[in-house]
C-alpha cells in the first residue's frame, strides 16, 4: 500500500507587532508563508503549487491575512473614572478578566494595581473558556467571544 497526499510546510519570514482584532489589545505576530508539498508516508518531497502568506498572534494563535497589519486600534475614548466606576458591573454582565485588564492598563493603571481592583471587585474565583481561554467572573456563563459554556 503507497501513502501519498499534500502537506503545507511554513516558515516564518518577518515578525513585529499588530493591533490582534481577537485579543483587541496590541500583540506580537510572526508573517509565515504556507506552502503545499507531495508527501510520500507523511515525508515532504517536492513544492506543488503557490505559497501563499498569513499573520498569525503569537498569543492567541489566529491567523489573519496580510491586510491585518493594516488595521489600526480604535483610541479609547472612556475614562480611568469610567473604567474603575463601572469595573465590577462590567465583570459581572461578561467582560472577560483580560480585557477589563487591558483597559485599566491602557488608562495608566499599574498592572498589579489592577488586578487587585478586579480581584477585590469579583473575587478569586473563576471560570475559563475553553475555546479562547478567556477568563471570567464566577457569575458568568458564556464566553462572550466564543459563545462557549463556561467551565
Same mark, same amino acid.
Given at each position: 500500500?503507497?501513502?501519498?497526499?499534500?502537506?503545507?510546510?511554513?516558515?516564518?519570514?518577518?515578525?513585529?507587532?499588530?493591533?490582534?482584532?481577537?485579543?483587541?489589545?496590541?500583540?506580537?505576530?510572526?508573517?509565515?508563508?504556507?506552502?503545499?508539498?507531495?508527501?510520500?508516508?507523511?515525508?515532504?518531497?517536492?513544492?506543488?503549487?503557490?505559497?501563499?502568506?498569513?499573520?498569525?498572534?503569537?498569543?492567541?494563535? &489566529?491567523?489573519?491575512?496580510?491586510?491585518?497589519?493594516?488595521?489600526?486600534?480604535?483610541?479609547?475614548?472612556?475614562?480611568?473614572?469610567?473604567? &474603575?466606576?463601572?469595573?465590577?458591573?462590567?465583570?459581572?454582565?461578561?467582560?472577560? &478578566?483580560?480585557?477589563?485588564?487591558?483597559?485599566?492598563?491602557?488608562?495608566?493603571?499599574?498592572?498589579?494595581?489592577?488586578?487587585?481592583?478586579?480581584?477585590?471587585?469579583?473575587?478569586?474565583?473563576?471560570?475559563?473558556?475553553?475555546?479562547?481561554?478567556?477568563?471570567?467572573?464566577?457569575?458568568?456563563?458564556?464566553?462572550?467571544?466564543?459563545?462557549?459554556?463556561?467551565?
Amino acid at each position: 500500500m503507497i501513502i501519498f497526499g499534500t502537506r503545507p510546510r511554513t516558515k516564518t519570514i518577518d515578525t513585529g507587532t499588530f493591533f490582534c482584532p481577537h485579543c483587541q489589545t496590541t500583540r506580537d505576530y510572526e508573517r509565515k508563508e504556507a506552502r503545499p508539498y507531495f508527501t510520500l508516508y507523511f515525508i515532504p518531497l517536492f513544492p506543488i503549487g503557490k505559497p501563499s502568506e498569513f499573520i498569525e498572534c503569537t498569543i492567541c494563535r &489566529v491567523t489573519y491575512t496580510p491586510d491585518v497589519l493594516r488595521v489600526k486600534r480604535a483610541p479609547n475614548t472612556a475614562s480611568l473614572a469610567t473604567h &474603575v466606576n463601572n469595573l465590577k458591573t462590567n465583570l459581572e454582565d461578561g467582560m472577560s &478578566v483580560e480585557y477589563a485588564l487591558r483597559d485599566l492598563t491602557d488608562a495608566g493603571i499599574d498592572r498589579d494595581v489592577a488586578l487587585g481592583m478586579i480581584k477585590s471587585a469579583i473575587g478569586d474565583a473563576r471560570r475559563k473558556c475553553p475555546m479562547c481561554s478567556l477568563t471570567y467572573a464566577a457569575s458568568v456563563t458564556t464566553c462572550r467571544e466564543e459563545g462557549a459554556a463556561l467551565i
